[in-house]
């Protein structure tokens, strides 16, 4: 495995990507009587330096995702490649190594801190675990974490609960960054702060990931949040990528019916200037179960371009007539 990837090369690779969970019924409880299709056979690429959003409604099966790259969760079927290197079923001693540059941000800056560590703890534990011995010592390296954060260094004897929401975020990259990451994968970062504070969070990521060189997965819900922050983004619906492309593509051309509802819904600034507005799109029915998803295109139940082919075949995810070469679309009918 090389040990230095040039910015723009593949950095992590998933082809095929699946996660079942098993649902177990009978009694007592025993047999398996079926499974909920949480991801199912995606294929994603993160690149070296560059921020990658991954957009969808809740329950589309984003943060398995996240979890299955990181391999906090282990994957039912397809492959992971980090710099190269399978890391699909590797063991824990086989990870070891490549455990501190992949680093993951949760989603909720509640829970996701000890709440009986101070924060000079919470963030030196990493280093500990991993016996790295920075020049000058930890809590030197843990103060300079919490200033490049925009916390007070003083705070290092503090607990969790005497901060806000917002620096308890703070605090959470401040410990994905401890280990000096080339990965770091945010579940919904900022899903859970208020509103004045997210833009705060968010710009102190995209300053990181551009001062740092560090790749993002940015996973989030947020349309407007992940156009600000990422160069390249994935539209997710009921455990299947159904489009991706640059920033430009999904957010001025979308091709894929769903991504066009989404965008349609993001609500839309008055300016000075009359310029045309966007259809507003509503759409019907509930998204069915990953137990039992339909077959085919899996939006096809709330679509209005459903054919009978759409129930017959499922999409592939291929570039459609007129769009770049990396802007995928995976409908029999895209938009024009």
């Not at 969790?160 to 990259?173: D, L, N, W």
């Not at 989030?220 to 990528?241: C, P």
Request: contains cysteine; aromatic residues 6%.
């Amino acid at each position: 495995m090389s040990d230095t990837v040039s910015r723009g090369e593949p950095l992590l690779v998933a082809e095929g990507l699946t996660k079942h969970f098993p649902v177990m019924g009978g009694f007592p409880f025993r047999r398996r009587v079926g499974a909920v299709q949480a991801v199912d056979k995606i294929d994603l690429t993160v690149r070296a330096g560059e921020s990658f959003g991954l957009v969808g409604e809740s329950g589309c099966g984003k943060s398995t995702t996240g979890r299955l790259l990181t391999r906090l969760l282990e994957p039912t079927a397809g492959r992971i490649s980090y710099r190269g290197r399978d890391i699909t079923h590797a063991r824990r001693t086989e990870l070891a190594p490549i455990r501190s540059e992949i680093q993951m941000i949760f989603q909720d800056p509640y829970s996701s801190l000890n709440p009986r560590q101070t924060v000079g703890r919470i963030i030196s534990g990493p280093m500990e675990i991993n016996d790295i011995r920075p020049a000058g010592g930890r809590e030197a390296r843990v103060r300079e974490l919490l200033e490049i954060v925009g916390l007070n260094p003083e705070h290092y004897n503090r607990f969790p609960h005497e901060f806000s929401g917002g620096q308890r975020q703070r605090i959470g990259v401040a410990r994905a960054l401890a280990l000096e990451p080339r990965l770091v994968v945010a579940d919904e970062p900022v899903s859970a702060l208020d509103v004045s504070i997210q833009a705060q969070v968010v710009n102190l990521l995209r300053s990181l990931q551009r001062d740092l060189g560090i790749a993002f997965l940015f996973i989030a819900h947020d349309l407007a949040v992940v156009r600000h922050f990422s160069q390249r983004v994935a539209v997710m619906y009921l455990g299947k990528i159904v489009e991706t492309g640059s920033r430009d593509d999904i957010y001025r051309s979308p091709r894929h019916p769903y991504t066009h509802a989404l965008l349609s819904a993001v609500p839309e600034g008055v300016t000075a200037s009359p310029s045309p507005r966007r259809e507003r799109i509503r759409l019907t029915g509930d998204v069915p179960s990953p137990i039992l998803p339909p077959s085919g295109c899996r939006f096809r139940t709330r679509c209005w371009k459903a054919t009978d082919l759409c129930a017959a075949e499922e999409p592939p995810l291929a570039q459609v007539d007129g769009s770049s070469g990396s802007h995928l679309t995976a409908c029999h009918f895209p938009e024009p």
